[in-house]
C-alpha cells in the first residue's frame, strides 16, 4: 500500500511551467532519490510535498488521507496547511539551524511550541532530542551553537531536528550540496542508515551512488517533467529512455 501518492502535480510560476502532470507513489519503508539537472523542478516538488508551494493542480495523498486537492484547497485553512505539513520532514541543503540556539535547542524548539497542544513535559521533550542527537553521533555537541559545529554536524542536526516530529516521510533537498567532500560522507551514512532502518524519504540528490546502491526507487526529471522513473537497480542498469542515458552519462563523465 503506498504510504505517498502525488498525482498530476501542475506548478507555475508566472508563464513559467515548473512541473508539468507529476505522478509517482511511494510505498512505507522505500527511499526515493530524484535526479536531474539544475532547472528541472526537482526542488519545487519538494517544496510542493512540503506544502512550502501551492500546486496549481493534482492531488497529494498520505495514508490515503488526501492532504492536497487543487480544485478544493479554496476551502483548506492555514491550520490545516499547517497540520498536514506535519506528515513530512524537510531537510534543507543549507541546513536552516537558527543560530542563537544550541543544537538541541534546534532539535528540540518545534516539539516544545506544540507542547501546549500535546501536554508533552519539556524534560520528554529534552530525552527525545537527546536521543536523537546521540543517534546522529552528536550527544557531546547538544550545548554547541551551530557557528561551533562543521557543515557535516549542522546537517545531522537539521536530521534530528526534521525527526523530531515522527513524520511519515523524510524530506531531503540536495542534502551534500554545501558540504566538502570529506564531510557529504558522514551525512549520507546516516540517510543510508535510515533507509535501513525502514525511514520512508524522498531524496532530491546529485549523489548517484547513493541513488544506485540506497534508494528504492528513482525518479528522472528534465524540464519539469517526469521522463523516467522505475526501481533504481532497473533504472541505473538499463534505462528505458535515451533523455536518461544521455544524462546518466554526463553524470559519469563529471565524477
Known sequence: MAILDVQHIEKHFGDTHVLEDISFSLEEGQALSIIGSSGSGKTTLLRCLNFLETPDAGTITVQDKVLFDA????????????KNRLHFGMVFQSFNLFPQYTALENVTLARELMAK?????????RAAGMELLDQM??????????HQLSGGQQQRVAIARA???????????????AL????????????????EEGMTMVVVTHEMGFARNVSSKTVFMENGVVVEQAPSQQFFASPKEERTRA????????E
Request: net charge negative; with cysteine.
Open 71 to 82: 480544485d478544493h484547497h479554496a476551502n483548506c485553512s492555514e491550520k490545516e496547511i499547517r
Open 247 to 254: 544524462f546518466l552519462r554526463r553524470i559519469a563523465h563529471t
Open 137 to 146: 553521533g552528536l550527544a557531546d555537541r547538544a550545548g554547541h551553537y551551530p
Open 117 to 125: 497542544d500535546s501536554g508533552e513535559s519539556k524534560e520528554a521533550i
Open 180 to 195: 566538502d567532500p570529506e564531510l557529504t560522507g558522514e551525512v549520507l551514512s546516516v540517510m543510508r542508515q535510515l533507509a
Open 163 to 177: 525527526l523530531a516530529l515522527h513524520p511519515d516521510i523524510l524530506c531531503f533537498d540536495e542534502p551534500t550540496s
